[in-house]
């Protein structure tokens, strides 16, 4: 773990663990504006999709393709962000697709052990060439359903998934394997820290039983070499026009754009593919 950018040590740890936590990617600030824009903002409260869990709990999730002229649009534009992901991934990169993710105290639902590349491999993807950041907005927490992820579970390849709730997850009988041999990682975070994880990691999440609640930004990220070979419900590569870090703060708390467009529930071919949204 560590604070500030991206240098070859997080490089060589995020190959050899499949993530990397960043202490303080969003200063203080930022992560306030960030979190005020996301609590007020209409858009996201319509566009809202409520992903259940296996035990019938709900987390909040919006989800949109295109970053816009908006502050979620300034963070994953940022230098800061995209030139560490290009770092990670060796490769240029381009917005795969954000979302907020809010897990609600004591309703908030889990996410099964899952890949992201579990399901982003329906979508084209030759290659687990993609990488995510989680930033959270809140403080992250075990009680309150804090990300968690196998060490060096990336490695293992893609695995097969299955629908539990309205949810995919992967194969348990491999997933308990792994976890005999593998470090489990509790990745708690104060509000502007942030993780970046590989599309091949394994990771979960347990119910916010606290009475706290979990926001975090998630952005996305697929490499120009990776581009899909087919259409799905997410952009084939689309140049990533880059920002400064000034522009976070320059946008304030500037919620989403009018015509933003979101992705719903009915247009998410995943879940017909017997494939979900996540995180």
């Known amino acids: 773990m560590t604070t500030g950018r991206i240098g070859d040590l997080q490089v060589k740890a995020f190959q050899q663990d499949g993530f990397v936590v960043i202490r303080g990617l969003l200063d203080a600030e930022e992560t306030l504006l960030t979190l005020t824009a996301a609590r007020q903002d209409e858009a996201i409260r319509e566009h809202t999709m409520q992903v259940i869990d296996s035990k019938g709990r709900s987390t909040n999730l919006s989800l949109w393709n295109h970053p816009g002229d908006d502050i979620y649009g300034a963070i994953c534009r940022s230098r800061r962000v995209v030139d560490s ?7 240029e990169v381009y917005h795969y697709h954000s979302k907020l993710s809010a897990k609600q105290p004591k ?8 890949q992201d590349y579990g399901y982003w491999y329906q979508n084209g993807c030759l290659f687990p060439d993609l990488a995510s950041v989680f930033i959270a907005l809140d403080p992250a927490t075990r009680e309150n359903g804090c990300l968690q992820l196998l060490k060096g579970s990336h490695r293992m390849g893609r695995i097969d998934h299955g629908r539990f709730g309205s949810q995919t997850g992967a194969d348990p009988e491999r997933v308990e394997a792994a976890m005999k041999r593998m470090e489990l990682v509790y990745c708690e975070m104060e509000p502007g820290d942030a993780v ?5 990691t394994l990771h979960s999440s347990d119910p916010n ?5 979990r926001w975090g930004l998630i952005c996305c990220y697929n490499t120009r070499s990776n581009d899909p070979y087919k259409e799905s419900h997410h952009p084939n590569y689309t140049p990533l026009f880059k920002l400064d870090d000034s522009s976070i703060q320059a946008m304030g708390a500037r919620g989403s754009e009018t015509g933003k467009s979101f992705l719903e529930a009915k247009r998410d071919k995943t879940q017909s593919a017997n494939e979900a949204i996540h995180l």
């Open 85 to 91: 992901m290009e770092k990670l991934l060796g490769d």
């Open 107 to 114: 309703v908030g639902g889990a996410w099964e052990w899952h």
């Open 196 to 200: 970046f994880f590989h599309a091949n």
């Open 209 to 213: 039983v606290s009475e706290s609640p």
